[in-house]
């Protein structure tokens, strides 16, 4: 009976054992990055995505957070994902694979936040399109985190800032993305493309006066070499949230519905904040010594107009028939 009884307790044991291995085995950690340091306001909205995760799928999801570009430029990072390297990221898509994708930040397309939360909607046809045009990549966007509106930092003001005819014979750095390339070019400038990483080094070079392509969220880092910021409202920031599309079809439903309704909750909880946070980083950029120069609606409708006529042509070829779709999507709104 004894010997009955140990035998027993020791396959228990054995199968305890295994279910345990087999359980730990199945917890998959996955690396997700994005561009800002840790403790900013998408690094913490990360991590209630991935405590809802966690909660929502039993554990059997975890993540390894990258803040700060550790995984590499965003541009990278799309590759990477593409590749199955880095599962999931939450940032801009750059152009390098398909000049459609700047269908993403069309320049002066919205300019208030309700237009934007319209445009960059789930059922807008911009979405539609930007989910078609990355499956070729290999990738699935499941959702977005609305950043701000994009403006220009300068390191000394520049001559007459709300004429767009007027030469300002000052060299920006513009993301490489031939959009903001146009852009700058159109309101003044002479664009120089670098990525992020290198914008820093390049304004305490000398080797441009300013950038294009961010806003005073983004500029608040740079403050200490920036000396001017003009909110144009170039264009509108959204991060897209996106995920490595076979890793993705590879999960259980559960899981699947679990990251997708984390993805979802933490663009709505954005909205509800992100206006706000901008007037909040363009006070702390005056906090740190950097002059607004302020610009009404006339100076805008302005640089819009003039994007409009020299600049959507060029990317009409570019992105094709989405881009009349797009644009007459928000004109109608």
């Given at each position: 009976?004894?010997?009955?009884?140990?035998?027993?307790?020791?396959?228990?044991?054995?199968?305890?054992?295994?279910?345990?291995?087999?359980?730990?085995?199945?917890?998959?950690?996955?690396?997700?990055?994005h561009v800002r340091p840790a403790g900013s306001a998408i690094d913490k909205d990360v991590a209630t995505f991935i405590k809802n995760v966690r909660e929502n799928t039993g554990g059997?999801?975890?993540?390894?957070?990258?803040?700060?570009?550790?995984?590499?430029?965003?541009?990278?990072?799309?590759?990477?994902?593409?590749?199955?390297?880095?599962?999931?990221?939450?940032?801009?898509?750059?152009?390098?694979?398909?000049?459609?994708?700047?269908?993403?930040?069309?320049?002066?397309?919205?300019?208030?936040?309700?237009?934007?939360?319209?445009?960059?909607?789930?059922?807008?046809?911009?979405?539609?399109?930007?989910?078609?045009?990355?499956?070729?990549?290999?990738?699935?966007?499941?959702?977005?985190?609305?950043?701000?509106?994009?403006?220009?930092?300068?390191?000394?003001?520049?001559?007459?800032?709300?004429?767009?005819?007027?030469?300002?014979?000052?060299?920006?750095?513009?993301?490489?993305?031939?959009?903001?390339?146009?852009?700058?070019?159109?309101?003044?400038?002479?664009?120089?493309?670098?990525?992020?990483?290198?914008?820093?080094?390049?304004?305490?070079?000398?080797?441009?006066?300013?950038?294009?392509?961010?806003?005073?969220?983004?500029?608040?880092?740079?403050?200490?070499?920036?000396?001017?910021?003009?909110?144009?409202?170039?264009?509108?920031?959204?991060?897209?949230?996106?995920?490595?599309?076979?890793?993705?079809?590879?999960?259980?439903?559960?899981?699947?519905?679990?990251?997708?309704?984390?993805?979802?909750?933490?663009?709505?909880?954005?909205?509800?904040?992100?206006?706000?946070?901008?007037?909040?980083?363009?006070?702390?950029?005056?906090?740190?010594?950097?002059?607004?120069?302020?610009?009404?609606?006339?100076?805008?409708?302005?640089?819009?107009?003039?994007?409009?006529?020299?600049?959507?042509?060029?990317?009409?070829?570019?992105?094709?028939?989405?881009?009349?779709?797009?644009?007459?999507?928000?004109?109608?709104?």
């Open positions: 009976m004894k010997r009955t009884l140990s035998i027993t307790l020791l396959c228990c044991m054995a199968i305890a054992l295994v279910v345990s291995e087999s359980s730990a085995e199945s917890v998959r950690t996955w690396k997700i990055g059997s999801l975890d993540f390894e957070v990258f803040s700060g570009n550790k995984l590499g430029d965003y541009s990278i990072v799309q590759e990477r994902v593409s590749f199955g390297e880095v599962e999931m990221f939450v940032g801009p898509f750059g152009t390098a694979a398909d000049r459609r994708l700047a269908l993403a930040f069309i320049p002066f397309l919205v300019t208030t936040w309700e237009q934007a939360q319209r445009l960059y909607s789930p059922s807008s046809p911009l979405l539609e399109h930007m989910r078609k045009f990355l499956e070729s990549q290999n990738i699935k966007i499941l959702g977005g985190w609305p950043v701000y509106f994009g403006g220009i930092a300068l390191t000394e003001r520049p001559v007459s800032p709300e004429d767009p005819d007027i030469r300002k014979n000052i060299i920006i750095r513009v993301p490489p993305i031939r959009s903001f390339e146009l852009t700058a070019r159109q309101l003044g400038y002479t664009p120089y493309p670098i990525t992020w990483m290198y914008a820093k080094s390049g304004l305490r070079t000398g080797m441009v006066g300013g950038l294009i392509g961010g806003g005073a969220e983004g500029y608040k880092g740079l403050s200490n070499l920036v000396r001017y910021y003009l909110p144009v409202k170039d264009h509108f920031e959204y991060w897209f949230i996106y995920v490595n599309l076979e890793l993705f079809n590879s999960l259980s439903q559960r899981e699947q519905e679990a990251i997708g309704q984390a993805a979802a909750e933490m663009e709505m909880r954005r909205y509800l904040d992100a206006e706000d946070q901008e007037r909040e980083s363009i006070a702390e950029l005056r906090k740190r010594g950097v002059e607004v120069v302020e610009m009404n609606e006339a100076t805008i409708k302005r640089m819009r107009e003039k994007v409009k006529q020299n600049v959507w042509p060029v990317l009409r070829e570019d992105i094709g028939p989405a881009f009349d779709e797009v644009v007459q999507f928000v004109e109608k709104g």
